[in-house]
Structures are given as structure tokens and as C-alpha cells.
């Protein structure tokens, strides 16, 4: 089991705000370390969406934000589109276990 | 353009040894370390470790410390990942990704393994 923990599921129709939260503790969130998400569309590899917390890679459209605050981190979708089903995962060093992990996964389906 | 390009699927059995491999290509191979992520069938990602490919240094993550190898070979910017005795819970999808600034900005299109008797 993840040190980062994600709701498995979050939905909403299209045009709709979604957000997923990334849950962690102050050997990892809390402690200052960075939270990153990806996108896994189905049957692909995953792909960068925010970086540094809250920093939006070249191409990716502007509706997808990232924040952080104390020991969690949240992603949103605002204006929800069919395209943005998908999986998506948090990432975050954790000093206790030396290393980097990724939340435990949250599905997002658009309805 | 940055490439990370995974050597192609493998059906195994238990016990077999194997090494799967990620070359890279459009940027400077030694300058940045490579990640390696496990997803079994159905599942999440799981980070296995690092390596960098300029002095091979290796970071691997508890859960799979003595499990797996990591190495590269810097003179043809290629970066591997081996296991010694292969075991059915080994069957996943891996992926190799570049590490820049402690996230993973290019990923690998992924390798499956399959061990099966």
C-alpha cells in the first residue's frame, strides 16, 4: 500500500470541475517534497501533467491545475472533457523509505 | 526530440533470467538519471528505483532492493533492467522514464513481461 493515497474514483459530466486529492504525511508532502501528477490515458504510457507542485509542461492544456497545502496535494479538471477519462497518479519523494512514490491511483470517468 | 525507446515484449517462465532495456536518444544520455516503474496487470505505478547513467549509480526503492538489477551503458545511451530468476509475480508492464527535476518528463512506451510455466 502507497504512502500516497488517492480516492479510486472520481466523476463528473462534461464541462463539470474535478478534483483528486493526494493524501501523504510529514515524511513526504508535509515534509516540503514536491508532488507531481501523470495522466495514464487507457493502454498507454503515462505522461507528465504538473511538475513542481503546481507547474504545467509544454501542451498541456491550461484546465488541468495542480496545488499543494500541508501534508496533501490536489489536482483539478476544470471544464471536464470525454478526452480527460483517464488514470491519474501523484508522485512524491518520502524520506522514510529514501525514495520516490506514486499515489495509489484515481480513475476519473466522465459521464 | 527526446526519445526513451523499450526493447519489446517477453514471454518467460519461472526461474529464466532476463534483461529488458531503454535507449535514449535526443538529449545527453549521462546528464540525467533514468527511472524505472513497475504496473502489474490491472494495477498502479510503483516506483522500483533510479540509475544514472553518467557513473551508474543506483538508488532502488525497498520493495524491490535485491529483486532487480539496474545498469546502463553510456556509450550507447541504453539503461537495462534484469532480473536473475524470474517468478510469475514478475509478469507487469515496465516502463524506463527520464528523471528531471525530480519528476519523470519522458516515459518509455513500456515493456511487457509475461512468466508463465
Known amino acids: 500500500q502507497s504512502v500516497l493515497t488517492q480516492p479510486p474514483s472520481v466523476s463528473g459530466a462534461p464541462g463539470q470541475r474535478v478534483t483528486i486529492s493526494c493524501t501523504g504525511s510529514s515524511s513526504n508532502i508535509g515534509a516540503g517534497y514536491e508532488v507531481h501528477w501523470y495522466q495514464q490515458l487507457p493502454g498507454t504510457a503515462p505522461k507528465l501533467l504538473i511538475h513542481g507542485n503546481s507547474n504545467r509542461p509544454s501542451g498541456v492544456p491550461d484546465r488541468f491545475s495542480g496545488s499543494k497545502s500541508g501534508t496533501s496535494a490536489s489536482l483539478a479538471i476544470i471544464g471536464l472533457q470525454a478526452e480527460d477519462e483517464a488514470d491519474y497518479y501523484c508522485q512524491s519523494y518520502d524520506s522514510s523509505l529514501s525514495g520516490d512514490v506514486f499515489g495509489t491511483g484515481t480513475k476519473v470517468t466522465v459521464l | 526530440e527526446v526519445q526513451l525507446v523499450q526493447s519489446g515484449a517477453e514471454v518467460k517462465k519461472p526461474g529464466e533470467s532476463l534483461k529488458i532495456s531503454c535507449k535514449g536518444s535526443?538529449?545527453?544520455?549521462?546528464?540525467?538519471?533514468i527511472g524505472w516503474v513497475r504496473q502489474m496487470p490491472g494495477k498502479g505505478l510503483e516506483w522500483m528505483g533510479i540509475?544514472?547513467?553518467?557513473?551508474?549509480?543506483?538508488r532502488y526503492s525497498p520493495s524491490f532492493q535485491g529483486q532487480v538489477t539496474m545498469s546502463a551503458d553510456k556509450s550507447i545511451s541504453t539503461a537495462y533492467l534484469q532480473w536473475s530468476s524470474l517468478k510469475a509475480s514478475d509478469t507487469a508492464v515496465y516502463y524506463c522514464a527520464r528523471l528531471s527535476s525530480a519528476s519523470l518528463d519522458f516515459w518509455g512506451q513500456g515493456t511487457l513481461v509475461t512468466v508463465s510455466s
Open positions: 540509475i544514472f547513467p553518467g557513473d551508474s549509480d543506483t
Open positions: 535526443g538529449y545527453s544520455f549521462t546528464s540525467n538519471w
